[in-house]
């Protein structure tokens, strides 16, 4: 059977200095170096491996979701930090708001992207109701 100690996610950037500077910087991460890449301590103690690549071609999903209790809080925040918010197109299926948020009325969820300096989407997200409770 299959049984690892621990788990990590990982993906590329193009330039780790740029990446330093976002995570460790902007976001306050703490950022080590590690196998010439950097290792993120990302709140709740998670880590994620970021590491460089020539060829580096941005993910066209999300990476790294951030959740937080109060998403018009935590938007506001990043904003602050000069980070701007991803802004897809709106559809039936993904019916975001002015600002990019998607909403939905039911759960209370909300979630919104924005991209690390390599063009990685991340997202800030609110579980809405009892399940932002959870922990």
């Known amino acids: ?25 902007t976001l306050g991460f703490d950022v080590a170096d590690t196998m010439g890449g950097l290792l993120v301590t990302v709140p709740g ?15 066209t999903f999300t990476v790294l979701n951030f959740e937080v209790g109060d998403l018009e809080a935590a938007i506001a925040e990043i904003e602050g930090l000069g980070v701007h918010l991803k802004h897809y197109p709106s ?15 039911e759960s209370g969820m909300g979630i919104a992207w924005f991209t690390d300096p390599a063009g990685n989407v991340l997202s800030v997200l609110s579980r809405g ?7």
């Not at 491996?49 to 071609?57: E, G, L, N």
């Not at 559809?91 to 009325?105: A, F, K, Q, S």
């Not at 109701?129 to 922990?135: D, E, K, S, T, Y």
């Open 45 to 59: 103690g998670q880590t994620v491996f970021a590491y460089p690549k020539p060829d580096h071609t941005p993910a």
């Open 1 to 25: 059977m299959f049984q690892p100690t621990a788990s990590f996610s990982s993906f590329s950037v193009d330039d780790v200095e740029k990446a330093r500077a976002f995570y460790g910087g």
């Open 91 to 105: 559809t039936p299926e993904m019916p975001v708001d002015e600002r990019g948020v998607l909403r939905d009325p």
């Open 129 to 135: 109701g009892a399940a932002a409770a959870r922990p």
